[in-house]
Nanobody, 124 residues
Framework: QVQLVESVGGSVQAGGSVRLSCAASGHTDSSYCMAWFRQPPGKPREGVATIYRDGKTTYADSVKGRFTISEDNVRDTLYLQMNSLKPDDTAVYYC??????????????????WGLGTLVTVSS
């Protein structure tokens, strides 16, 4: 059973930085995609960034150049470094993982396992 647990988010002023982590367990095959999603208040969930085991990453246009997704060598911790934060980045952030061998996209329907989410609030 795959389990994902995000770190506590928090509140930060615009221009600040936050680093999220996600502890992953239960994977039996390393050929899976991991991703960060977010859901702003009153809006649908959106893909933020993805990373595959070969290190290839993708980012939503809204966060390119500001956010960095990474993971540790054994793929049991996923990170999201968020810099130059804006009030529009306020959201509940989720980590997610797809089934091994599945597509590495930023579409929520491609992911079977989700953390409970953590709130990041950016004030102006």
């Amino acid at each position: 059973q795959v389990q994902l647990v995000e770190s506590v988010g928090g509140s930060v002023q615009a221009g600040g930085s936050v680093r999220l982590s996600c502890a992953a367990s239960g994977h039996t095959d390393s050929s899976y995609c991991m991703a960060w999603f977010r859901q702003p208040p009153g809006k649908p969930r959106e893909g933020v960034a993805t990373i595959y085991r070969d290190g290839k990453t993708t980012y939503a246009d809204s966060v390119k150049g500001r956010f960095t997704i990474s993971e540790d060598n054994v793929r049991d911790t996923l990170y999201l470094q968020m810099n130059s934060l804006k009030p529009d980045d306020t959201a509940v952030y989720y980590c997610a993982t797809a089934e091994p061998g599945w597509y590495c996209t930023r579409e929520a329907y491609d992911y079977n396992y989700w953390g409970l989410g953590t709130l990041v609030t950016v004030s102006s």
